[in-house]
């Protein structure tokens, strides 16, 4: 046995469901499509029931407990309607459940233990035909189902566990990482798991893979796994580039020296004050915090708001000059924009770079501008020909853009408001350490340690 | 009168020669000549001479004193007959003068208080057939003297004087300006003073001139004035962008606001020292000086190899990762690269950016460099999808740099051989001051009021 093969087979110790769990799932799952069938009797219109998602696919690593099942309606009934019959038949299969909603109410509860989410949708011709997003799954089954054998489900499993311990498995906004779904289509598309991190391997980003062949629309995104069911969706849309080259890292890693480590969530020991004082001594950085109540949204609003306010205030920090040596953004019940900085201070004037000298009205009203300002230096004319103007600085410390300046860029809705009316601190240099612990203990101790 | 035609008169006053002028410098000029015709008679070689230069086309501004006599022997003469039979009329026609060394020798010395220049060269048909750059200088003459009457020389003063006073008249290295038969070409071109200004002010560089219309060769300079007597050469070539950029700088000013500013060269007044720290404290930024007696070479090889390791001090500087608010170099009898920092230190540890992971063994390679290094942050993966690690710094003061990584940049030839035997002195901070004046006081007094 190669050492590949026998890490994998360790793993799949871990992640195959056993005999009994898939008996036990099965028949669960069997006993609420009756249910949902009964409830459907009742009502003035026909539907089905199709099970859907890793458990109905048989890909499902060993200690998840969903099921998900949709119930089906004609194309033609009205949404309100749809609605209703929706929620009445899941009240009927989940008493204790309670209505979530997504693009329309779902009704998500508990049954014997596994967590179970029971969604109307429209019964279309295709995927392409569809009236609301969930409408596509049971396409997605359908798909997988004809293609996935035993084997290929169990790699399925491989590949997540895989994903989950290098840490880019989920689509959620906050990972960027990969789906389900989209570990399926892989797998499926290299025809298994060790042949799909060889094709990973050699990836040459942007990465285009089209199961379907549709050959149809084209994405701007470094990792493109076009829908079969669907020719205009990409599933890969959310995964970043630094997720692929995560992805690409571990690969070659796995194939030279195959492990267990990757298919298990690296979990660093939390950071004391000391540690990371001691850690912003020896790089002799400057760390700026700015810090608010974590706003109340979702996970999946949250962190693109929070995310692009990072890069809104590192941009900003280096429009004014400032040299960013690296930033985080984390949340928890509070919300944190992280900089780490070459210099809390900059000099006293910025230089200024206007036209060139040849671009006529442009160039001749920035040189009036300055022209008779005794508080600048310049105008001249620079090695390109450009005037220049070196100018007090608005800004010079850090802490002073923190706190004036953020107005200035782009931040997420729900953190632009706060920073709006105030409701934001801001700490320099050694005060960040206790400002941030410990709650983020574990992001700092990420951060003081980052490994691709 | 208009106010620019009121500037102009009375800049005439002072730039026109007098009548007395041009006699006594055309009666020098005369027995000059009859002196080198009489040396030329005892040669074995038949000969002309030919007056050149500003003051055989008129266009000499009042008080220059130069005159350029040539003596054109025979295409076939050999090199050194020609060089002989030069040196004996030189020494028949000026006594007193000795003899300098260009691409060949001639004779320099002075007659009746003008400074002349006696030198010999080949007649050739064409001044595409010359066997050395002196042979094209008579074909100038004759090709201007068929092209400037009274008013266009008198303009081509104005020019001369207009460039002197904005600091952009002299073809040598240092300047990097517009030499003199480049202004009577533009006078020429342009038919005159205001109507060239006008021009110049709509210029777009780079700017094409061309007045044989040759079409020709092509150049990758800022101006581009195609020699009327030679397609193959740009008579604008030395001009830098900076200075074209200042003379469309002056000649908008001057067509909006007429005055007699422009034709009067700056002389700000030499800096102090407690002026020169006051702007250092001001701007609250770092000086650095490297300082090295200055090698013993004419100013046209000195200063490209003194701008040279200015910009190869400041790209070594900005490489390290310093932030280069300004430079500049100045010659005198020591030479200085003067560099102005935003700050004077950097933090420990600097981000080193790897290849893309995606490119497999470069990018294994830098991976394995680092994997095992404790002394490194990471290696991890950023947001591009690279490899980054954050590594120590080798050099982190600007001080640290100049004394130990001079080596590593590109410098001129002269100043790097002494850099490499160490003998240069650094300065940083408050040192620049004691270090610098007042050798350098106009430099600094023009660094510190920097004007277009």
Redesign the interface.
Known sequence: MTDAAAVIERVRQRVDPTPAERRALAAAASRLTERAEAAIAELPVAADVVQVGSTARGTWVAGDRDIDLFVRFPSDLPREQLETYGTTVGAAVLPDGHEEYAEHPYVTGTFEGYAVDLVPCYDVAAATEIKSAVDRTPFHTTYLQERLDDDLAADVRLCKQFLKGIGVYGSDLRTQGFSGYLCELLVVEYGGFQAMLAAI?????PVVIDPAAHQQASFDD?LVVVDPTDPERNVAAVV???N???V??HA?RFRATPSEDAFTPASPAPLDAAALRSHID????TPLAVVLDAPDVVADQLYPQLYRSRDGVVRGLREH?F?V??AAAWADERAVVFVEL??A?????E?HVGP???V?THA?RF?ETYADDDGV???????????VV?RDRDVRTAGGFARTELGTVALGARIESRVASGDYDVYVGDAVVEALLPEFESELAAY?????
Chains 1, 2 share one sequence.
């Not at 230096?377 to 450009?386: E, K, L, N, W």
């Open positions: 391997e050699d990836w040459q980003p470094p970043s580039a630094a692929v080259a995560t690409q890292h070659r020896r790089r002799d950085t000059g040299d040596v690296r070459a210099s201070e900059l000099p006293a004037v230089r060139p000298v040849s006529g001749e040189y230096y310049g105008p001249f004319v620079d090695d390109d020909g450009r005037y070196e003081v340690d980052p490994k691709a």
